[in-house]
């Protein structure tokens, strides 16, 4: 255990790097990094590590554990990816080594699946590749009982992770893999999918104090607007052609609930015509509902004093800003940044809502928690046990 210290807000933190020799004290700070379509990501900093550390802690499985109380904790399961050393002369050794400062690069467990491939998948819908892609990696899986079929399937020169992403991706859905789970969600759905919520506070919502207690905002910088760096954030018409022949269209306008529903739709003045190739009407909806997913007008980053418990896919509510973006946001990725003396959590949120009106709930399968990581007798990161949740959307 690393970087307990006195201060109000310092959290435990647990890292453990199997099989190798670690001098835990010589860790400067931590980074975890977790984002929507992307592998978890850890950055350990050492100050004199070791020479021969360099390439013996390459593979070496990590495992990281950030808690702020026995509630709130945050986990990292990964591996050693690569280690940039400095090797500086004039800064002469440091712990008796030349190596003054290195970070060390930490994958999480989805890494396993970025061998690239060439595979058909044939009258497939998504349940089923998440399935198939789990159970040949151990992991376990949550995933919306979206039976839509797609005929085939090209794998070409892509891995495992990148198919994964994609097929969802163009249904609407976003992707994570905490540790080794795999975790499919609808962001229109996050309400009432019950991932950990938490409440960013602006300096106004202590009268002034500037305490620093956990969700405390200390910066806030984003963009507003119709075009913002998301695109066009919520109109377009598809148009295409169907089996038979015939000219088809649909506007993501028409279905007055194809939003977030975290408060009132913020609407969009133009709209984008797309012509996609598509088989039928609801393939066309399809791509225009997952279009839609991925644009929002309203983006803002948030560095706050340490939260351990939000993830991708999960809410967080601004709150005292005394302003219409006052309300509930879709959390895109979160970043851990912690010393022997600070703990800081940077925060990617969006909306295409203003708190104009209560939140919009949908009934939906709450997320269940998943299985412990462990390792395996090859050392490697599996479920503790197989979990198979297809839940409804």
Same mark, same amino acid.
């Given at each position: ?193 019950? $991932? ?5 506070? /602006? %300096? ?6 500037? @305490?620093?207690?956990? +969700?405390?905002? &200390? ?87 340490? $939260? ?5 896919? /999960? %809410? ?6 005394? @302003?219409?973006?006052? +309300?509930?946001? &879709? ?63």
């Amino acid at each position: 255990m690393i970087f307990k210290s006195n201060f109000p807000t310092s959290p435990d933190v647990d890292i453990i790097i199997s099989d190798v020799s670690v001098d835990y004290t010589s860790i400067e700070s931590v980074e975890v990094d977790f984002e929507e379509n992307a592998h978890d990501m850890a950055v350990l900093t050492f100050v004199g590590l070791p020479a021969k550390a360099v390439t013996d802690y390459i593979n070496a499985p990590v495992s990281i554990t950030i808690s702020t109380s026995p509630a709130r904790t945050s986990s990292f399961n990964g591996y050693v990816t690569y280690v940039e050393p400095e090797l500086i002369t004039r800064r002469g050794l440091i712990n008796n080594s030349p190596v003054q400062r290195a970070k060390v690069v930490c994958f999480g467990a989805s890494i396993e699946m970025v061998e690239k491939k060439s595979k058909i998948w044939e009258n497939i819908s998504m349940p089923q590749l998440v399935k198939k892609i789990a159970n040949q990696y151990e992991m376990s899986y949550s995933v919306p009982d979206d039976y839509f079929v797609w005929d085939r399937v090209l794998q070409n020169d892509k891995s495992n992770w990148e198919i994964l992403v994609e097929t969802c991706n163009s249904l609407g859905y976003f992707v994570t893999a905490n540790g080794t789970h795999i975790h499919i969600y609808d962001p229109y759905k996050v309400l009432s999918r019950q $991932l950990p919520y938490v409440e960013l506070t /602006s %300096v106004r919502g202590s009268k002034g104090s500037v @305490s620093t207690i956990p +969700g405390r905002i &200390l910066e806030l910088t984003g963009t507003f607007g119709e075009y913002t760096p998301n695109g066009n954030s919520s109109a377009f018409k598809y148009v295409g052609i169907d089996n038979s022949g015939n000219l088809i269209s649909t506007e993501t306008l028409d279905d007055v609930e194809d939003f977030s529903g975290l408060g009132q739709r913020v609407d969009s003045k133009h709209i984008d015509t797309v012509t996609k190739d598509v088989t039928s009407l609801e393939m066309l909806k399809r791509f225009a509902g997952a279009a839609l997913r991925k644009r929002y007008p309203y983006n803002v980053s948030v560095s706050t004093i340490g $939260l351990a418990e939000p993830m991708p896919g /999960s %809410v967080a509510k601004l709150d005292e800003y005394d @302003s219409y973006f006052d +309300g509930y946001w &879709l959390v895109r990725s979160v970043k851990h940044m912690v010393t022997r003396s600070n703990y800081v959590t940077k925060l990617s949120l969006s909306s295409d809502s203003t708190n104009g009106s209560l939140p919009l709930i949908r009934p939906v399968g709450a997320f269940k928690q998943p299985p412990t990581s462990v390792l395996n007798n090859k050392n490697t990161w599996v479920a503790e046990y197989a979990m198979e949740d297809i839940y409804a959307r």
